[in-house]
T-cell receptor, first 113, second 112 residues
Framework: LAKTTQPISMDSYEGQEVNITCSHN???????ITWYQQFPSQGPRFIIQ???TKVTNEVASLFIPADRKSSTLSLPRVSLSDTAVYYCLVGDTLNTNAGKSTFGDGTTLTVKP | DTEVTQTPKHLVMGMTNKKSLKCEQH?????MYWYKQKAKKPPELMFVYSYEKLSINESVPSRFSPECPNSSLLNLHLHALQPEDSALYLC???????????FGPGTRLTVT
């Protein structure tokens, strides 16, 4: 499985756009990229998933360049409640490894007033 | 219903006890997962069930025994645990193995 690398921490201010980049240099053809958010003492919450180019939903955008060796989670206009740990995962779509996603160390985002 | 429920919320057990953690979902998901999470660390995958069959066991010690009685339920049986097994145990489910996972709130386990 591809190993992921993210910044350990990031700071931002309310109302700003935040971009968190994840590196996954040895991503395989069948791998997809998923981002989760986790608050203390809670289970992770799904944010967005993508395979290539750009994906957008009501809470975030995910940018994946053509070589797919990295991905960027973009959170528009963050608020204090977006302070959390954000995890990038690379998962396999092949049956032999499907479901075997590995969480990286995550990025702790702190949003300040 | 888009919720995964876990019981109990908290559990304290001695090293000789036998206890079970329970997870339930009613979203029709056919894949279910157990993770272990230590403080300030990412979740670590323990077991994966797909269509009620164990598909992944990440070399978890035999003192942890998973069970999937039906498509909505997932249990984790605990026996002779060690203090280092104290952690937050998370259950998750997904439509299938390649879809996003929905996590429960976790069971905070303390082994004394």
């Amino acid at each position: 499985l591809a190993k992921t690398t993210q910044p350990i921490s990031m700071d931002s201010y309310e109302g700003q756009e935040v971009n968190i980049t994840c590196s996954h240099n040895n991503i395989a053809t069948n791998d997809y990229i998923t981002w989760y958010q986790q608050f203390p003492s809670q289970g992770p919450r799904f944010i967005i998933q993508g395979y290539k180019t750009k994906v957008t939903n009501e809470v975030a955008s995910l940018f994946i360049p053509a070589d797919r060796k990295s991905s960027t989670l973009s959170l528009p206009r963050v608020s204090l409640s977006d302070t959390a740990v954000y995890y990038c995962l690379v998962g396999d779509t092949l049956n032999t490894n499907a479901g075997k996603s590995t969480f990286g160390d995550g990025t702790t985002l702190t949003v300040k007033p | 219903d888009t919720e995964v429920t876990q019981t109990p919320k908290h559990l304290v057990m001695g090293m000789t006890n036998k206890k079970s953690l329970k997870c339930e979902q009613h979203m029709g998901h056919r894949a279910m997962y157990w993770y272990k999470q230590k403080a300030k660390k990412p979740p670590e995958l323990m077991f994966v069930y797909s269509y009620e069959k164990l598909s992944i066991n990440e070399s978890v010690p035999s003192r942890f025994s998973p069970e999937c009685p039906n498509s909505s339920l997932l249990n984790l049986h605990l026996h002779a645990l060690q203090p280092e097994d104290s952690a937050l145990y998370l259950c998750a489910s997904s439509q299938s193995l390649t879809y996003e996972q929905y996590f429960g709130p976790g069971t905070r386990l303390t082994v004394t």
